[in-house]
């Protein structure tokens, strides 16, 4: 047994894939296999079977899971404190972030590293619930969250994002910069599913409107895509129309509204050098300043 064969297992269970372990690891598909296999074989019993969504673990694996995490964690806890002894700006951490958040990460990343060039990322890219479970998990070390999910972890605001009525392009409006969110009643809706657009529910049941939801999709995609059939409105980020602004009618709500995005951890008082140095880094960047930002505002 060795560290790296927990980590293949633990990447395995993330991804359901041999595969995808393979390439994040830099080893062969049949590298991976052999780990398996020899790990299979200490411990007597099999970890994972096959289905037609890929790998899963089996019972006794999953029985196994949470001490391999552990062991992993306590190897990076010491990784990380060794690093602290000596000093060295070094380290590795893992971001937990949500789809629209994506765009900002080349610039957040890239100006990290002016400072701090031997600070590694991870990322992890999944819904609100997603990020709520990793950060639970110890998963990822920060996640990126909308205020109105966040479940008691320490929350740190960065910017909000206005909240948009998106229909059908050629859809005709009174004003063609704004729409009253009560002319939207008895109208359908296309609806993302709770772990994504927890802010747009929010909104649709402080105003207390009568919809017709006829669609409950998972993406911002598809959901433009819904929309532009004429299936129906939506209530959308305005981060999250970033590439979408000539397929789609963006109007601003009325009264406004916005979500307040921000960043998450566990436990602040258990954080490595480099993600207090990260999280620090988010706190402080300038996300108005930021391309994405400047060009969707305007």
């Known amino acids: 047994m060795d560290i790296f064969s927990y980590r293949v297992i633990l990447t395995i269970v993330q991804y359901q894939s041999f595969q995808k372990a393979a390439e994040l690891h830099n080893v062969t598909p049949p590298a991976i296999s052999h780990v398996v296999k020899q790990l299979e074989q200490e411990f007597g019993f099999s970890l994972f079977v096959r289905n037609r969504h890929g790998v899963a673990l089996t019972t006794t694996g999953e029985s196994v899971l949470g001490l391999i995490r552990g062991i992993v964690q306590k190897e ?75 479940p008691g972890f320490p929350f740190h605001e960065i910017f909000s994002d206005p ?88 109007l601003r709500i009325v009264p406004p509204a916005k979500r307040i995005i921000g960043v998450s951890v566990r436990d602040e008082n258990d954080l490595s050098p480099a993600v207090k140095k990260v999280l620090d880094f988010i706190k402080e960047y300038d996300f108005s300043g930021d391309a994405v930002f400047a060009e969707l505002q305007g």
């Open 163 to 250: 909240l948009m009525c998106i229909l059908r392009k050629g859809t005709e409006t009174p004003s063609e910069t704004e729409i009253p969110l009560e002319m939207l009643e008895n109208s359908a809706f296309v609806m993302q599913r709770e772990s994504c657009d927890a802010d747009a529910r929010r909104i649709m049941d402080q105003m207390n409107l009568d919809v017709r939801t006829v669609c409950h999709v998972v993406d911002d995609k598809t959901t433009v895509e819904m929309v532009k059939a004429g299936f129906g409105f939506a209530i959308m980020p305005l981060l999250t129309m970033y590439g979408f602004e000539q397929e789609v009618k963006i």
């Open 76 to 150: 990076d806890q010491l990784n990380r404190m060794i690093a602290e002894l000596n000093s060295l700006d070094r380290g590795h951490v893992r971001l937990g972030i949500f789809n629209s958040m994506c765009r900002y990460l080349p610039e957040l990343i890239g100006g990290f590293h002016e400072k701090y060039p031997h600070i590694t990322f991870e990322i992890f890219q999944g819904s609100y619930e997603d990020i709520i479970h990793w950060l639970r998990t110890g998963t990822v070390d920060i996640g990126f969250l909308s205020k109105t999910v966040n």
